[in-house]
């Protein structure tokens, strides 16, 4: 097999999957055929074969004495194998092991569509930890929230479950019905609820001009193929207007391609770089920005949350070393490696982190995340408000959203600083008419 070396985002929804539950663990990515790899260095023999003798005697004890003989299922202990392996490397939410069918949902996000409930989930300390719901997908109407962790699926607990045995509890034909316990670990709540599993394609570029103002509202919900060719065309449509100002919304976006992330980027930024790849031995590789003719010089300001992933990252970070706008919200995920996918001969494959990628300035984000320059939480139990969300809305509409994310953006897009009061602030203060920024 040729070996592949495209890089990408990989997005590893539940868990890795986005349940699609949406696979995804949203890391960089160098995909590579499986096999021995003359470049790298291998055990000396002897360990080899001993530490392998090992793995093989506890094979065969647990086939002959193993007393539940139905769940003695040979591929089964075989990837649980796989995974503990790779688990007990410590690098917890980034190198994985996935199966063919992880494989085959990360694929179906990369070219925007999903089949599942869009969660994007990760494994975090033994739980099943929701990084972020897909735009439109049922996890998202339902209400749930980053940082949420599930706990049971169609009330079986899974307390003691790798992701592998999760992602194949939620993942459903779709027009199935699938009920998830969630614990929200800040107030100890839990709820209930109840999804159907469905086909959808992604619609990961929408603007709407926010009520009242001039101000322009876009999101990018995932870095999929062919996004980059979406936000220029939406920038088009942006320019066309009167517009002074623009948010772009990069909360729940759990991440996609790197070459998207590198053209959506440059849609923003004129010079310098959208990222750093650093590997083992300390070299620094410089990702620079591309030429992009229609890039916008529109004031910015960009919207983050801990459901902001990987490519988001990037895209985040280069925004903010470069000085062209301000970051409101929380901090970010924090998936910073650069996987190379070994494919192993069952369709499987291994997600190994190999180099790791900084922010322009030279930032470490992994396991640590951009930090916003205005630190902004919503209220508990308020979702982001998205520009599909906003059509026909009215600026009270706005005002009552308690989208505070939001309306900080729009405050400082609308001449607004710290959150002093300023003339330039009625909209969010209460006046009928707003006061438009000048252009």
Not at 10 to 29: D, F, K, M, N, P
Not at 49 to 73: H, Q
Request: with cysteine; net charge neutral.
């Amino acid at each position: 097999m040729a070996d592949r070396r495209e890089k990408k985002w990989r997005r590893w929804s539940v868990v890795g999957l986005v349940l699609a539950l949406s696979l995804s663990c949203s890391i960089l990515t160098r995909s590579t055929c499986f096999g021995i790899d003359s470049s790298r260095e291998s055990p000396p023999q002897a360990e080899a074969e001993a530490e392998f003798a090992l793995m093989a005697e506890a094979w065969n004890t647990i086939k002959r004495a193993y007393v539940d003989r139905s769940t003695l299922k040979s591929r089964h202990i075989t990837h649980g194998a796989i995974s503990g392996m790779v688990d007990a490397l410590g690098d917890s939410g980034h190198s994985t092991f996935l199966t063919k069918e992880m494989i085959r949902e990360e694929q179906e996000f990369v070219e925007g569509r999903y089949q599942g409930v869009g969660i994007d989930l990760r494994m975090e300390d033994g739980h099943a930890l929701i990084v972020a719901p897909l735009d439109g997908s049922p996890a998202q109407k339902a209400g749930l929230r980053p940082g949420e962790i599930i706990t049971k699926v169609d009330d079986k607990s899974l307390i003691g479950l790798d992701l592998i045995r999760i992602v194949k509890l939620i993942l459903g034909v779709p027009g199935t019905r699938v009920r998830l316990v969630v614990l929200d670990p800040a107030s100890s709540a839990t709820r209930e609820v109840a999804l159907t599993r469905t086909f959808v394609e992604l619609n990961n570029v929408r603007w709407q001009l926010l009520p009242g103002t001039t101000i322009a509202h876009l999101r990018i919900a995932g870095f999929s193929s062919g996004v980059s060719g979406a936000l220029r065309r939406a920038l088009r449509q942006i320019r066309k207007g009167k517009i002074t100002g623009l948010v772009l919304d990069l909360r729940d976006d759990p991440g996609g391609l790197l070459d998207e992330a590198t053209l959506c980027a440059s849609h923003f930024l004129t010079h310098g770089n959208v990222l750093l790849e650093k590997n083992a031995a300390g070299e620094i590789t410089p990702v620079p920005v591309l030429p992009e003719p229609e890039a916008t010089q529109l004031p910015l300001v960009v919207l983050v949350n801990e459901g902001t992933v990987s490519a988001a990252e990037i895209v985040a970070g280069a925004i903010k070393d470069a000085g062209r706008g301000k970051l409101v919200g929380r901090k970010t995920f924090g998936a910073g490696t650069v996987l190379e996918q070994f494919d192993l001969s069952d369709g499987s494959a291994l997600m190994l982190a190999v180099e790791e990628w900084l922010t322009p300035k030279g930032q470490s984000i992994w396991h640590k995340g951009v930090a916003p320059d205005f630190e902004v939480a919503l209220p508990e139990r308020v979702r982001p408000l998205f520009p599909q969300d906003e059509a026909g809305m009215t600026p009270s509409g706005l005002r009552s959203s308690r989208d505070r994310q939001l309306l900080k953006a729009l405050e400082l897009l609308s001449g607004g600083s710290d959150g002093d009061a300023s003339p330039r602030q009625e909209l969010l203060n209460g006046a009928t008419q707003p006061v438009l920024p000048s252009h």
